[in-house]
């Protein structure tokens, strides 16, 4: 059984930093790959970043430079530094791990970006 609890969301003006966090439960943290994605009112869930279990990154080309995925396998934890947050990054953030036909999804967490 796989549990991802995230934290770290909030409100940020324009221009500022958060950190999301995901804390994973089970065993197969370090073989999977892990992902970011984020939902705004009204839009598809889009994919923010990914990792893989060696630690290749992925980012959608609307937050390249401006985010960063990382994950500590020893911590069973993944998280998201985003930077630079402009008003349409405002949306509720989902970590998701992936392993073979296993897929768990976090509770969500808001992050609201102020102009």
Known sequence: QVGLAESGGGLVQAGGSLRLSCAASGSIFSQSAM?????????QRELVADITSGGRTN??????GRF????????????????????EDTAVYYCKLTWGSVNAWGQGNQVTVSS
């Open 35 to 43: 992902g970011w994605y984020r939902q705004a009112p009204g839009k």
């Open 59 to 64: 980012y959608a080309d609307s937050v390249k």
């Open 68 to 87: 960063a995925i990382s994950r500590d396998n020893a911590k069973k934890t993944l998280a998201l530094q985003m930077n630079s947050l402009k008003p």
